[in-house]
């Protein structure tokens, strides 16, 4: 067993943790555009699938996006969309 010290490195250099207040949920979405983004990580796809058919089934308003890679952060694009066109996101994150 080794009993040497180490201490963890954050990768994002961040010297403080992002710290935002969470916004409401809308009250009702019925009125709401509701985003599914899929990572591209494997069965996010499937996943978002199934809760496209249960939510469209109650008649919302839904959007699809998806990122091209898991790998990578959002392109700016598909962020952009987002923002101009859904009030709430689900975002896919299977395996």
Same mark, same amino acid.
């Given at each position: 067993?080794?009993?040497? @010290?180490?201490?963890? *490195?954050? %990768?994002?250099?961040?010297? @403080? ?8 949920? %809308? ?6 555009? /509701?985003? !599914? ?10 996943? !978002?699938?199934?809760?496209?058919? *249960?939510?469209?089934? *109650? ?8 990122? %091209? ?5 959002? %392109? ?11 009030? /709430? /996101?689900?975002? @896919?994150?299977?395996?």
């Amino acid at each position: 067993m080794n009993l040497e @010290a180490y201490s963890m *490195r954050d %990768p994002t250099m961040e010297t @403080a943790a992002a710290q935002r207040a969470r916004r409401p949920p %809308p009250a009702d979405l019925s009125r709401a555009t /509701v985003g !599914l983004l899929s990572i591209s990580k494997e069965r996010s796809e499937e996943f !978002l699938d199934t809760i496209e058919a *249960r939510l469209s089934a *109650r008649g919302l308003t839904l959007l699809r996006f998806a990122k %091209p890679t898991h790998t990578k952060p959002a %392109p700016e694009q598909v962020i952009q969309d987002i923002v101009e066109r859904c009030d /709430v /996101v689900i975002e @896919a994150l299977a395996d």
